[in-house]
């Protein structure tokens, strides 16, 4: 859940407090909105990929 990843971490928890604040997101606060997301989505993409003997190179990910 979105909430639970904001909160965990120290720039999470200063976006929601902007939000909180303000009542939106200035740029930078949402830059790093997108950055956090981002990263944790691209995390729990490559957890999952499967490593196979003798492949180096992927078609796609």
């Not at 997101?25 to 003798?54: M, S, W, Y």
């Amino acid at each position: 859940p979105l909430f639970r990843l904001l909160s965990d971490s120290n720039e999470g928890s200063s976006v929601l407090r902007a939000y909180l604040n303000d009542g939106y997101l200035e740029k930078n606060a949402r830059n790093l909105l997108t950055r956090i997301i981002v990263d944790n989505e691209v995390n729990c993409q490559l957890d999952e990929a499967e490593r196979v003997e003798g492949v180096r190179l992927l078609k796609s990910l």
